[in-house]
């Protein structure tokens, strides 16, 4: 579900969904609407996507939409952990 995965990009990032939307200046009055399984406008969507340095497929399907291999997929994971 998005709003999880959202969560979870967060935490990786030592941050949480609040804080990253008051920091784009973005309203956190959807979240609630989030938590039940509605998306967000594309144009938020593309905010938090480049905040979160991912992809918006990742933020809404969970998974990247290019070929990788496996190996290429295990570095990303990696290097996404790895801190500033």
Do not use: H
């Not at 905010?47 to 933020?59: E, F, G, P, R, V």
């Not at 290019?66 to 990303?76: A, F, I, Q």
């Amino acid at each position: 579900m998005f709003y999880e995965r959202l969560q979870m990009l967060c935490k990786e990032r030592n941050t949480s969904v609040t804080n990253m939307l008051n920091e784009l200046g973005l309203s956190t009055g959807s979240t609630g609407n989030w938590k039940k399984g509605q998306l967000p406008k594309g144009d938020i969507l593309v905010k938090i996507a480049d905040y979160l340095n991912t992809s918006i497929d990742y933020i809404i399907l969970g998974e990247y939409r290019y070929d990788l291999s496996d190996d290429e997929k295990t570095l990303l994971a990696l290097y996404r952990k790895t801190p500033e």
